[in-house]
């Protein structure tokens, strides 16, 4: 089991940066394969990017690639997303998520523990 606390959120300007961590608790962190997910209200919570064990393979959704990047840190048990270029529309709440499976997984439903979320929102 592993529990994950997202950080890293606020409110920004369209066009700046931010950079989300999410820490795991445990030794098992490097078996997990993370994903990014958001959620923005009164939407279903949608796939952002996803990064395997070892950090070397990742896959983002395409209305953020070439803006945000996935990476991972297995000495220090921590996800990060790097959002650069940002838009109004990604304006969510922003869920770190943990998988057992080798996949990287499009699908919340992949995806066995989730942190509690970190609100990004960009103004015009």
């Known amino acids: 089991q592993v529990q994950l606390v997202e950080s890293g959120g606020g409110l920004v300007q369209a066009g700046d940066s931010l950079r989300l961590s999410c820490a795991a608790s445990g030794r098992t962190f490097i078996t997990y394969t993370m994903g990014w997910f958001r959620q923005a209200p009164g939407k279903e919570r949608e796939f952002v990017a996803a990064?395997?064990?070892?950090?070397?393979?990742?896959y983002s959704a395409d209305s953020v690639k070439g803006r945000f990047t996935i990476s991972r840190d297995n000495a220090k048990n921590t996800v990060y997303l790097q959002m650069i270029s940002l838009k109004p529309e990604d304006t969510a709440v922003y869920y770190c998520?943990?998988?057992?499976?080798?996949?990287?997984?499009?699908?919340?439903?992949?995806?066995?523990?989730w942190g509690q979320g970190t609100q990004v929102t960009v103004s015009t």
């Open positions: 998520a943990a998988s057992p499976r080798l996949r990287l997984g499009l699908n919340p439903g992949e995806y066995a523990y």
């Open positions: 990064l395997s064990r070892s950090g070397g393979n990742t």
